[in-house]
């Protein structure tokens, strides 16, 4: 597994109450990362991140007494990003017709990781950014997204069966040329 | 990641985890988001209370209406006053955005630092910052920037564009001391505009009649220019600027007339009466140059 700097994990630790201003820039960064993984691109992920971050001051005489604040900020972000989807979502169907995607054989690896996590719905991406990229266990998953076990485990299975067909490609063509 | 997960599995996982590390390793950098959320979080709060209190109002008129119009009420024939449908100061007030304060460290150890100030004061005067930062911001043009105190001194704030400028802004009121009011300012612009060196001057009067006079003068650099305007106010010198930034080069993007206009809005001079009779800096030892 390489290393990629944020910690996930690790920073997810108890940890004492501390002003929000200290806990908001020591997170932001790692919240933004998530974020642009659950909506695809920068300008959303940023929006996402700080109305994620607005929610956690509006309310953060309990988030801070929480014992993992920044297990609290990623479910705040998860679910902020689900509400979002579905108002979207309402609102495509409502108005518009949906264009096509971004093209999935495209070579570069981000586009390609993108185009493949566009293709999943919505609370699928959002099991699928917690599991590997938070390493966030089946349990808590289940636990922030209200459904079982089995259903997070299900879905991620499914998920990276359609992700692995189309990553698995691109992996290929990469390292090999 | 991979408790009890088959081995294809997890050799999936590690693959679509080495495509996320791809994908945010070529992420561009967020600027800071600390600020425009607090911003935004205060917005939420004070949403939240308007919507509590709208619906504890409705539920007191939908007793109220109910008490006169459904039977066994006492409303057969007896007129009431109507309730006021003027809504509370209190609850239909939006809070003041937050702007995050600039620190800046001191330069010297003569040199005061607000963090010096004993606790009440230092609230007073940090409240009075972000009034005045929030009015700054409506009142001066928008090529200045987002204005936000500095937490060194209370006269002290800055503009910040999102091009990266930074002008240094004054808002000082200060105790005149025993300096003559005449001899504290040039309130009329000099009759001989040459005396400037290139700079210009605008006159003009506050509400009550005073004479102002705002500057534009070159700041030491060729074509860089910083804009002041100073008057006297009760039992002090009261005095607005705006510096360029020298790393852009860029001069202070406000004209001496749309200083005048900041300066005669009645909620500036509201800001300026305050701290004239709850002063916050130091008296004058000497004359103040022009």
């Known amino acids: 597994m390489p290393e990629n700097g944020r910690g996930p994990g690790a920073a997810a630790g108890p940890r004492a109450p501390e002003s929000f201003e200290a806990f908001a820039r020591a997170s932001q960064k790692r919240l933004y990362r998530t974020a642009y993984l659950l909506c695809g691109d920068a300008d959303t992920a940023r929006d996402l991140t700080q109305t994620t971050l607005a929610k956690m001051f509006q309310h953060w005489r309990r988030a801070s007494a929480a014992d993992h604040v920044e297990a609290y900020a990623r479910t705040v972000l998860t679910r902020t990003y689900l509400a979002e989807r579905r108002r979207r979502l309402r609102d495509l169907l409502a108005h518009s017709r949906p264009g096509p995607g971004p093209s999935p054989d495209h070579a570069d690896l981000r586009v390609t990781l993108l185009s493949a996590l566009a293709g999943l719905p919505p609370r699928a991406r959002a099991m699928v950014v917690l599991r590997y990229w938070e390493d966030q266990s089946v349990e808590s998953v289940a636990t922030l997204l209200k459904c079982s076990e089995s259903t997070v485990k299900s879905q991620c299975s499914r998920s990276l069966v359609k992700l692995r067909a189309q990553l698995g490609e691109a992996h290929v063509y990469a390292t090999g040329s | ?290």
């Open chain 2, 1 to 290: 990641m991979g408790d009890n997960m088959p081995e294809d599995e997890h050799g999936s996982a590690l693959l679509v985890r080495e495509f996320m590390e791809h994908a945010v390793a070529e992420l561009p950098p967020a600027h800071d988001l600390v600020p425009a959320a607090v911003v935004q979080g205060r917005r939420r709060r004070a949403r939240v209370r308007v919507a509590v209190a709208a619906a504890v109002a409705c539920a007191v008129g939908a007793v109220v209406f109910g008490s006169v119009v459904l039977p066994g009420g006492d409303g057969g024939g007896t007129v009431r006053p109507a309730a006021s449908t003027t809504p509370s100061p209190r609850t239909s007030e939006e809070p003041a955005p937050y702007r995050t304060p600039v620190h800046v460290e001191p330069t010297s150890d003569t040199e005061d630092a607000m963090a010096d100030l004993p606790p009440a004061e230092r609230e007073r005067q940090e409240e009075f910052q972000q009034r005045a930062a929030v009015l700054l911001d409506e009142l001066l043009p928008d090529e200045v920037g987002l204005i936000r105190p500095v937490d060194l001194a209370v006269w002290r704030y800055q503009g910040e564009t999102a091009d990266g400028e930074v002008f240094g802004v004054v808002l000082s009121v200060r105790p005149s001391g025993s300096v003559p009011r005449s001899t504290r300012h040039g309130d009329t612009c000099p009759e001989d505009p040459g005396s400037l060196r290139g700079g210009s001057c605008e006159q003009g009067t506050l509400p009550d009649g005073t004479k102002v006079a705002a500057y534009r003068l070159l700041d030491g650099a060729p074509d860089r220019t910083y804009t002041r305007v100073r008057f006297a106010y009760g039992h002090s010198d009261a005095e607005l600027a705006v510096y360029p930034d020298p790393d852009a080069k860029a001069s202070a993007p406000v004209t001496a007339g749309q200083l005048l206009a900041v300066v005669r809005d009645r909620r500036f001079l509201d800001l300026v009466r305050y701290a004239d009779a709850n002063p916050m800096e130091k008296k004058q030892i000497s004359v103040m140059g022009g």
